[in-house]
T-cell receptor, first 112, second 113 residues
Framework: SQKIEQNSEALNIQEGKTATLTCNYT??????LQWYRQDPGRGPVFLLL?????KEKRKERLKVTFDTTLKQSLFHITASQPADSATYLC???????????FGSGTRLSIRP | NAGVMQNPRHLVRRRGQEARLRCSPM?????VYWYRQLPEEGLKFMVY????????ESGMPKERFSAEFPKEGPSILRIQQVVRGDSAAYFC???????????FGPGTRLTVL
């Protein structure tokens, strides 16, 4: 069965730096991959979707890459701010194409 | 436009009781997904429904759990004879089409005493 791994449970960086989060997957080639943000006590909020034929996608300070050879997606937040502190989840369509499955998330903390 | 609504937001049950969790998808969305999240863990898929049909229930425990999405009214996740291990946050999400971004509700936090 397919597996998703997010690089670390927690990441702490200085305000203004670029935060880079990693999502690796195995045993499957999804048609797309999504990134969500989750704040404590709340439901996840969709951020970006990138398809297998897209190498990179940007939205304001966010950038996502999708390397189907490495089976990896990188999620970047440039000029990070304390308000960016949250848990970030990657998700991909599973092999049955009937649902998406989520990674366990990376908790990002931006210190002033 | 109202987002995905879930109620109740908090539910306390004693062992052996039944829990009913409701989810009203966004207007125009006919695809509903249920997830369970334990503290400090990721979202675990439970079931995917499209009006009146269960499309994928591979994440649902075989016993005590059921879900429905009737033609009229909200989607219901039902847990019979709850046990302490059922305590978790249950999130519902909806989308207009399969594969689209999912819009999540605020969740129902179930506590089993």
């Amino acid at each position: 069965s397919q597996k998703i791994e997010q690089n670390s449970e927690a990441l702490n960086i200085q305000e203004g730096k670029t935060a880079t989060l990693t999502c690796n997957y195995t045993n499957y080639s999804p048609a797309y991959l999504q990134w969500y943000r989750q704040d404590p006590g709340r439901g996840p909020v969709f951020l970006l979707l990138i398809r297998e034929n897209e190498k990179e996608k940007r939205k304001e300070r966010l950038k996502v890459t999708f390397d189907t050879t490495l089976k990896q997606s990188l999620f970047h937040i440039t000029a990070s701010q304390p308000a960016d502190s949250a848990t970030y989840l990657c998700a991909l369509e599973d092999s049955s194409a009937s649902k998406i499955i989520f990674g366990s998330g990376t908790r990002l903390s931006i210190r002033p | 436009n109202a987002g995905v609504m879930q109620n109740p937001r908090h539910l306390v049950r004693r062992r052996g009781q039944e829990a009913r969790l409701r989810c009203s998808p966004m207007k125009g969305h006919s695809h509903v997904y249920w997830y369970r999240q334990l503290p400090e863990e990721g979202l675990k898929f439970m079931v995917y429904l499209q009006k009146e049909n269960i499309i994928d229930e591979s994440g649902m425990p075989k016993e005590r759990f059921s879900a429905e999405f009737p033609k009229e009214g909200p989607s219901i996740l039902r847990i019979q004879q709850v046990v302490r291990g059922d305590s978790a946050a249950y999130f519902c999400a909806s989308s207009p089409r399969r594969g689209d971004e999912q819009f999540f509700g605020p969740g129902t936090r179930l506590t089993v005493l």
